[in-house]
């Protein structure tokens, strides 16, 4: 497969509609769409996602709402309704305002897959053996079996493995 992170906006348009997709997002596609490129058939399926953006990317993308976008002094404000709302998580802190998580259910779901391996031994999780061994199994086919000793020894995660 392949994965592609942005570094500026990308528009995608056809006849009937049009997507930007935002800087900061990941593009990936199957390896069986990349093989369908190289026979030159029509049609590419590629899945984007964004689970952070940075903060000056969404103030540009809330400013050019249609019909009206979000004027510069309600951008602060509108974020801390969606942090409360919880569709969104954003931190009004100096070392943490210039990223916005959009994507909780994956975060959500990746601490938990962290706790659930640093946890397992002292702690009597109730989940299968097979749940186990999908986590360890792609913590090291990732290459991060050293990081994943650290983490469950002394609970510190490296950014590799998180």
Not at 23 to 37: F, I, K, W
Not at 72 to 97: C, N, S, Y
């Amino acid at each position: 497969a392949g994965t592609w992170e942005l570094h500026a906006s990308l528009l995608l348009q056809d006849d009937k509609q049009a997507v930007v997709v935002p800087a900061g997002a990941v593009l990936s596609t199957p390896r069986e769409a990349l093989d369908s490129l190289e026979q030159q058939v029509a049609g590419v399926e590629v899945e984007f996602v964004c689970p952070f953006l940075h903060f000056d990317v969404v103030e540009r993308l809330l400013r050019q709402i249609q019909p009206r976008g979000v004027l510069a002094h309600e951008v602060k404000p509108f974020l801390r309704l969606l942090t409360g709302l919880g569709i969104i998580v954003w931190f009004d802190q100096e070392e943490m305002r210039d990223l916005i998580m959009l994507n909780i259910r994956k975060i959500a779901l990746a601490i938990t897959m962290l706790m659930s391996l640093r946890f397992w031994e002292e702690s009597g999780f109730e989940h299968s053996e097979d749940y186990r061994e999908m986590l360890e199994t792609r913590a090291k086919v990732a290459g991060h079996g050293k990081d994943l000793l650290r983490f469950k020894t002394s609970g510190v995660a490296t950014r590799a493995l998180l």
